[in-house]
């Protein structure tokens, strides 16, 4: 599933331009991607191949309206962690990247898996 952003609400808040009329549940996270990226050209032929496109960042949908969704960006502390629960890092981390979302940059659907809901168990199983 893709789609726009249609409104910056604040530093951490954002609208998407596709609701619940789309399929969009609470929970989902969608990657933000630039609205332009860098043009690749066949060296052969000099014809246009298609653009990249750059994930600017991820952001988890937490309402969601008929034809809109807010969304808010959210930090992954990933999977890997040492026996004290604690993540591995390398450095610490002395600043964080900011990151410039724009009306109009494309979002397209990372996890379809809602955070609100546990999955239900297999039929057979107790």
Do not use: W
Not at 12 to 38: E, K
């Amino acid at each position: 599933m893709c789609g726009q952003v249609a409104l910056i609400e604040d530093d951490y808040t954002l609208v998407i331009n596709r609701g619940a009329q789309s399929g969009v549940v609470t929970g989902m996270i969608f990657g933000v991607h630039s609205g332009t990226g860098q043009v690749i050209t066949d060296p052969e032929s000099g014809r246009e191949l298609g653009r990249l496109s750059r994930e600017k960042l991820r952001v988890r949908v937490f309402d969601v309206q008929p034809l809109f969704a807010r969304a808010h960006t959210f930090v992954d502390t990933g999977d890997f962690r040492g026996l004290l629960g604690l993540p591995f890092f390398d450095q610490p981390h002395e600043h964080e990247e900011v990151v410039t979302v724009d009306v109009g940059d494309g979002v397209e659907l990372i996890s379809a898996q809602r955070a609100d809901v546990a999955p239900l168990p297999q039929s057979g199983t107790p």
